[in-house]
């Protein structure tokens, strides 16, 4: 099977798309073929190749596309792609003997559309649809077949993605420290699903969803470098909430179209922007104030937001509203990218579309699991709403042919295996004495995100046992620590007690460990109580020496910034932060909420903060919570981290879900009523209508009886 | 005023920011003896650019991205804090700087943003004007009223020195900031912030002339 990976191929779509079909219809072998794939910076501008089939029968076989019937000048730009795929190839050490490559390279041209074909003398060949299988067949791969390997993981080398530059020097070999800096080096490269991410291109939308740490941001700022390397003159805007993400994709995309086009990226076409966005220069611009701008109507910003359509659906109120005032979206970009979508409302991505020049070139990146907010993304039919027709506007298809419209990361480069179930199994509350929190809506996403279905079945009703398995779970992020290493509980007393343990196992880290200060942060998972929080373990550090970064909005999440400061940080700031050693604070805020919502809601919080770490994780708390939360932890821990529980049915399912939904408008709607009945009776304490002793005395004869149940 | 009770004032102000959460970033303010016994209090590379003459944001900029501050608030406003003495341990000159973030809004702006880590609390279309404050004691410049010994300057406009009773220690300087533009943070944590620091001697520099015009008096 030739397994086609569809890249930009604009320029030339016919011939692509006949090349593809040619192929993979006709050839009895193996291999990928390439799509406007690889680009390659060379010292006269990028050279964009059109088309390349490794395989291993036929070997390296590159192809230049014509679309009409006028071959010009096609040995010299055979002579041209071969020597710069030699150039591109000859780094690597597996792939030569000496100083030559173990393999030809070989350049067809192919014109689909020519009927008579030129003579042309070998190396240069020319080929139509009638004969382009038999010239193929006629290349055989001659290596030895672990050569084969070398050369589709370096043509699948999208880049580097090395992250320390920072020099790490660890004295002792089997400090922390020491593991740390083994772990980052074997994270060096994409894998084949990710680097196939970044190439598929679709003309419509794409989807793309992943775990935590499955390389989803690298993925979309690796997309725009190589789109627009292959399309300079699209404008492009990338998007998402979190602020400090922005450097981020700013230097990614940086380096990322340095490495493949030589030249740095038009930062005219392309637009790295907050979701919502003010007034104020291009710096403090965002995706929902452009389209206010453009299409004039009324910008609202997130106070006025809040007035007109209340606490929590402000970003979704001010994005609907903008869409119906606008009748005729004008279409401001080519394409755009959205990260962290599950922390969007849908009417933002609904708004992002309508902003789109056809065929409306949309990718969006999420991980269910990690909504901070509460609200699941729908699919995608339901997401962008219908037409005209009352049809959805867009559907992802299934078939094949094309590109994948539908991409998961199923591979986790972050979380150890033990680390990662327990964030589901506690995010999911499997092992929770009342049962479920939430599930996944689809079955199959189980498997998609990386587990293996080992006993039982994923139908309702019946037990199922998950694991995950050493493919998506890399062993070498686990096997550096023992698993009581890995990931720990601690249950205190108070708050200071807390604080004081924190901060001697952050001088141990530091002093004894060989941790540097960035390797780790410190995450308070309830925003309220931030502020609060880490105010006191930030100033006992600093008396001892150790500084310490608030994570916030005048702060960046790239690494590169916070040399020699602990990170301490809320949970909307902690996404695009990570480090080897993650604490997390006050986790008793996390084992419920006040209904099955909200209880969902501070789930998915321990959840994100979980999976911040690249190797341990400390989870601190207080309470009776905390036992709860001990507690899961323990039966996940016996059952060798696997998540072993009774798959929901259908009904049950269900109810999940409507319990969700209506609860929180009961819920709501009973807090509100109490909260105007209790300010009318501190009104009537003021005017001395109520007795205040009274009162006093009859609440603590009800905390007494309500303390004894 | 001497060398020891500065930084002090300097650690402890520092402390106190810290347990209200108001600095998000610092550092510990360094001390060198220079040749012939002079002692610097707060040298850090990259602040002599807070004097050039460039556009605002690009002075923030730059001092932002090089650390070039002893702390940063919480809004991104910029904290430096500059003293000398003679090898006598007399006061010979001191910088204080306050540089708000052109970009991000102040806490004013956009409370529920910094006090609840409010995700897109920092869209807001109020914009209050910004403008740095600097207190300079420089009595080795001495004009009489045109250049007082120890001066205010807002706005980096050239020609500002509104005169100042005397030299200024860094609580008093800190908490001038920390009340006049971050009052709701100085209000939560009011007891925390209004503990006496350890004790400066107040002096005063005015001259007679200087009294005449409009001028400002300092606290402790």
Same mark, same amino acid.
């Given at each position: 099977?030739?397994?086609?990976?569809?890249?930009?191929?604009?320029?030339?779509?016919?011939?692509?798309?006949?090349?593809? #079909?040619?192929?993979?219809?006709?050839?009895?072998?193996?291999?990928? !073929?390439?799509?406007?794939?690889?680009?390659?910076?060379?010292?006269?501008?990028?050279?964009?190749?059109?088309?390349?089939?490794?395989?291993?029968?036929?070997?390296?076989?590159?192809? %230049? !596309?014509?679309?009409?019937?006028?071959?010009?000048?096609?040995?010299?730009?055979?002579?041209?792609?071969?020597?710069?795929?030699?150039? @591109?190839?000859?780094?690597?050490?597996?792939?030569?003997?000496?100083?030559?490559?173990?393999?030809?390279?070989?350049?067809?041209?192919?014109?689909?559309?020519?009927?008579?074909?030129?003579?042309?003398?070998?190396?240069?060949?020319?080929?139509?649809?009638?004969?382009?299988?038999?010239?193929?067949?006629?290349?055989?791969?001659?290596?030895?077949?672990?050569?084969?390997?070398?050369?589709?993981?370096?043509?699948?080398?999208?880049?580097?993605?090395?992250?320390?530059?920072?020099?790490?020097?660890?004295?002792?070999?089997?400090?922390?420290?020491?593991?740390?800096?083994?772990?980052?080096?074997?994270?060096?490269?994409?894998?084949?699903?990710?680097?196939?991410?970044?190439?598929?291109?679709?003309?419509?939308?794409?989807?793309?969803?992943?775990?935590?740490?499955?390389?989803?941001? /690298?993925?979309?700022?690796?997309?725009?470098?190589?789109?627009?390397?292959?399309?300079?003159?699209?404008?492009?805007?990338?998007?998402?909430?979190?602020?400090?993400?922005? #450097?981020?994709?700013?230097?990614?995309?940086?380096?990322?179209?340095?490495?493949?086009?030589?030249?740095?990226?038009?930062?005219?076409?392309?637009?790295?922007?907050?979701?919502?966005?003010?007034?104020?220069?291009?710096?403090?611009? +965002?995706?929902?104030?452009?389209?206010?701008?453009?299409?004039?109507?009324?910008?609202?910003?997130? *106070?006025?937001?809040?007035?007109?359509?209340?606490?929590?659906?402000?970003?979704?109120? =001010?994005?609907?509203?903008?869409?119906?005032?606008?009748?005729?979206?004008?279409?401001?970009?080519?394409?755009?990218?959205?990260?962290?979508?599950?922390?969007?409302?849908?009417?933002?991505?609904?708004?992002?579309?309508?902003?789109?020049?056809?065929? +409306?070139?949309?990718?969006?990146?999420?991980? #269910?699991?990690?909504?901070?907010?509460?609200?699941?993304?729908?699919?995608?039919?339901?997401?962008? +709403?219908?037409?005209?027709?009352?049809?959805?506007?867009?559907?992802?298809?299934?078939?094949? &042919?094309?590109?994948?419209?539908? /991409?998961?990361?199923?591979?986790?480069?972050?979380?150890?295996?033990?680390?990662?179930?327990?964030?589901?199994?506690?995010?999911?509350?499997?092992?929770?004495?009342?049962?479920?929190?939430?599930?996944?809506?689809?079955?199959?996403?189980?498997? %998609?995100?990386?587990?293996?279905?080992?006993?039982?079945?994923?139908?309702?009703?019946?037990?199922?046992?998950?694991?995950?398995?050493?493919?998506?779970?890399?062993?070498?992020?686990?096997?550096?620590?023992?698993?009581?290493?890995?990931?720990?509980?601690?249950?205190?007393?108070?708050?200071?007690?807390?604080?004081?343990?924190?901060?001697?196992?952050?001088?141990?880290?530091?002093?004894?460990?060989?941790?540097?200060?960035?390797?780790?942060?410190?995450?308070?998972?309830?925003?309220?109580?931030?502020?609060?929080?880490?105010?006191?373990?930030?100033?006992?550090?600093?008396?001892?020496?150790?500084?310490?970064?608030?994570?916030?909005?005048?702060?960046?999440?790239?690494?590169?910034?916070?040399? *020699?400061?602990?990170?301490?940080?809320?949970?909307?700031?902690?996404?695009?932060?990570?480090? &080897?050693?993650?604490?997390?604070?006050?986790?008793?805020?996390?084992?419920?909420?006040?209904?099955?919502?909200?209880?969902?809601?501070?789930? $998915?919080?321990?959840?994100?903060?979980?999976?911040?770490?690249?190797?341990?994780?400390?989870?601190?708390? /207080?309470?009776? $919570?905390?036992?709860?939360?001990?507690?899961?932890?323990?039966?996940?821990?016996?059952?060798?981290?696997?998540?072993?529980?009774?798959?929901?049915?259908?009904?049950?399912?269900?109810?999940?879900?409507?319990?969700?939904?209506?609860?929180?408008?009961?819920?709501?709607?009973?807090?509100? =009523?109490?909260?105007?009945?209790?300010?009318?009776?501190?009104?009537?304490?003021?005017?001395?209508?109520?007795?205040?002793?009274?009162?006093?005395?009859?609440?603590?004869?009800?905390?007494?009886?309500?303390?004894?149940? | 005023?001497?060398?020891?009770?500065?930084?002090?004032?300097?650690?402890?102000? /520092? %402390?106190?920011?810290?347990?209200?959460?108001?600095?998000?970033?610092?550092?510990?303010?360094?001390?060198?003896?220079? #040749?012939?016994?002079?002692?610097?209090? &707060? *040298? @850090?590379?990259?602040?002599?650019?807070?004097?050039?003459?460039?556009?605002?944001?690009?002075?923030?900029?730059?001092?932002?991205?090089?650390?070039?501050?002893?702390?940063?608030?919480?809004?991104?406003?910029?904290?430096?804090?500059?003293?000398?003495?003679?090898?006598?341990?007399?006061?010979?000159?001191?910088?204080?700087?306050?540089?708000?973030?052109?970009?991000?809004?102040?806490?004013?702006?956009?409370?529920?943003?910094?006090?609840?880590?409010?995700?897109? &609390?920092?869209?807001?279309?109020?914009?209050?004007?910004?403008?740095?404050?600097?207190? %300079?004691?420089?009595?080795?410049?001495?004009?009489?009223?045109?250049?007082?010994?120890?001066?205010?300057?807002?706005?980096?406009?050239?020609?500002?020195?509104?005169?100042?009773?005397?030299?200024?220690?860094?609580?008093?300087?800190?908490?001038?900031?920390?009340?006049?533009?971050?009052?709701?943070?100085?209000?939560?944590?009011?007891?925390?912030?209004?503990?006496?620091?350890?004790?400066?001697?107040?002096?005063?520099?005015?001259?007679?002339?200087?009294?005449?015009?409009?001028?400002?008096?300092?606290?402790?």
């Amino acid at each position: 099977m030739i397994e086609v990976i569809w890249g930009s191929a604009k320029e030339k779509p016919i011939s692509s798309r006949s090349l593809a #079909e040619d192929l993979s219809a006709n050839l009895a072998g193996d291999g990928y !073929l390439y799509l406007g794939y690889p680009i390659i910076g060379s010292p006269t501008g990028p050279l964009k190749l059109d088309a390349l089939l490794v395989s291993p029968n036929f070997g390296l076989v590159a192809f %230049d !596309l014509v679309e009409g019937t006028d071959l010009g000048e096609f040995s010299a730009r055979q002579d041209d792609i071969a020597s710069m795929l030699e150039v @591109r190839l000859k780094p690597y050490a597996g792939l030569k003997t000496r100083r030559a490559l173990k393999f030809d390279i070989n350049v067809v041209t192919y014109a689909p559309a020519k009927a008579h074909l030129p003579d042309a003398e070998p190396p240069y060949f020319v080929a139509n649809r009638a004969n382009v299988g038999a010239k193929v067949q006629g290349f055989n791969w001659a290596a030895e077949a672990g050569v084969f390997q070398n050369l589709v993981a370096a043509i699948q080398v999208v880049t580097s993605i090395r992250a320390g530059k920072q020099k790490r020097e660890p004295k002792k070999a089997d400090s922390r420290g020491a593991k740390l800096k083994r772990v980052e080096e074997s994270i060096a490269n994409l894998d084949q699903h990710q680097s196939q991410a970044v190439i598929e291109t679709v003309e419509g939308v794409q989807r793309i969803r992943g775990l935590a740490g499955s390389g989803k941001t /690298i993925v979309l700022a690796l997309k725009v470098a190589y789109l627009h390397s292959q399309n300079p003159s699209w404008r492009i805007a990338v998007t998402f909430n979190t602020r400090s993400l922005k #450097e981020q994709f700013r230097r990614l995309i940086n380096n990322f179209t340095i490495e493949q086009t030589g030249t740095e990226p038009d930062w005219e076409c392309i637009d790295i922007m907050n979701a919502w966005g003010g007034p104020g220069g291009r710096e403090r611009d +965002g995706v929902y104030h452009r389209f206010c701008r453009v299409n004039e109507v009324p910008f609202l910003d997130f *106070g006025a937001a809040k007035r007109k359509f209340g606490e929590g659906k402000e970003f979704a109120g =001010a994005c609907s509203e903008a869409l119906s005032a606008a009748c005729h979206p004008v279409a401001l970009y080519d394409l755009m990218l959205i990260d962290e979508a599950q922390d969007l409302p849908i009417e933002f991505l609904r708004l992002c579309y309508q902003s789109l020049s056809p065929p +409306g070139r949309l990718v969006y990146a999420y991980d #269910e699991l990690q909504s901070l907010t509460g609200s699941a993304v729908p699919p995608p039919e339901e997401l962008f +709403g219908n037409g005209a027709d009352g049809l959805p506007l867009v559907r992802l298809n299934q078939e094949e &042919g094309g590109p994948r419209q539908d /991409i998961i990361l199923e591979k986790c480069y972050r979380n150890s295996r033990p680390l990662l179930a327990t964030a589901h199994a506690l995010g999911f509350g499997i092992y929770r004495e009342r049962g479920l929190v939430q599930i996944f809506d689809q079955d199959t996403l189980w498997t %998609d995100v990386g587990y293996v279905v080992e006993e039982g079945e994923l139908s309702g009703g019946q037990p199922v046992t998950l694991a995950r398995t050493p493919e998506t779970s890399p062993r070498f992020l686990e096997d550096h620590s023992s698993p009581d290493d890995l990931i720990q509980f601690h249950k205190f007393e108070g708050s200071a007690d807390q604080t004081a343990w924190l901060l001697k196992a952050i001088q141990a880290d530091i002093h004894e460990q060989e941790l540097r200060p960035e390797d780790i942060v410190v995450i308070n998972p309830n925003p309220l109580t931030t502020q609060r929080e880490v105010g006191p373990a930030r100033q006992q550090l600093f008396a001892i020496d150790i500084n310490s970064e608030l994570a916030g909005v005048s702060t960046s999440a790239d690494i590169f910034s916070k040399a *020699g400061c602990v990170t301490f940080t809320g949970i909307f700031r902690a996404k695009g932060n990570e480090a &080897g050693m993650v604490y997390i604070m006050n986790a008793q805020d996390c084992a419920s909420g006040w209904d099955k919502t909200a209880t969902a809601l501070n789930r $998915n919080r321990l959840f994100t903060a979980i999976t911040r770490s690249k190797a341990w994780v400390r989870i601190l708390g /207080i309470g009776p $919570n905390m036992d709860l939360l001990i507690q899961e932890w323990r039966t996940l821990k016996q059952n060798e981290y696997k998540l072993r529980f009774n798959y929901p049915t259908d009904e049950e399912k269900k109810l999940l879900r409507v319990i969700n939904k209506e609860m929180r408008g009961k819920g709501w709607t009973r807090r509100k =009523a109490m909260r105007a009945q209790r300010d009318q009776l501190l009104q009537a304490v003021e005017r001395g209508e109520v007795d205040v002793d009274q009162l006093i005395l009859e609440l603590e004869n009800l905390k007494l009886t309500s303390g004894k149940k | 005023m001497s060398p020891d009770s500065v930084r002090k004032q300097i650690m402890d102000l /520092i %402390d106190r920011l810290l347990i209200a959460s108001i600095s998000v970033k610092q550092f510990t303010p360094a001390i060198r003896t220079v #040749e012939g016994g002079a002692i610097q209090i &707060g *040298g @850090r590379p990259g602040t002599a650019i807070a004097m050039r003459d460039i556009a605002y944001e690009d002075i923030y900029r730059e001092l932002d991205s090089h650390d070039a501050y002893h702390v940063k608030l919480v809004d991104g406003g910029l904290l430096l804090f500059q003293y000398s003495f003679r090898p006598d341990r007399s006061l010979a000159q001191h910088r204080l700087a306050y540089f708000p973030s052109p970009v991000l809004p102040t806490v004013e702006e956009a409370p529920t943003l910094y006090e609840k880590d409010e995700l897109y &609390g920092d869209i807001t279309a109020r914009r209050l004007v910004r403008f740095p404050v600097r207190f %300079d004691y420089a009595p080795d410049e001495t004009v009489d009223v045109l250049h007082p010994a120890s001066h205010m300057t807002l706005g980096q406009y050239e020609s500002c020195r509104i005169p100042v009773a005397g030299p200024i220690g860094p609580s008093s300087f800190g908490m001038f900031i920390i009340r006049n533009f971050y009052f709701r943070a100085y209000k939560k944590y009011k007891n925390n912030f209004d503990r006496r620091p350890v004790q400066i001697d107040r002096t005063e520099t005015i001259s007679a002339n200087e009294r005449r015009v409009t001028h400002i008096v300092h606290g402790l």
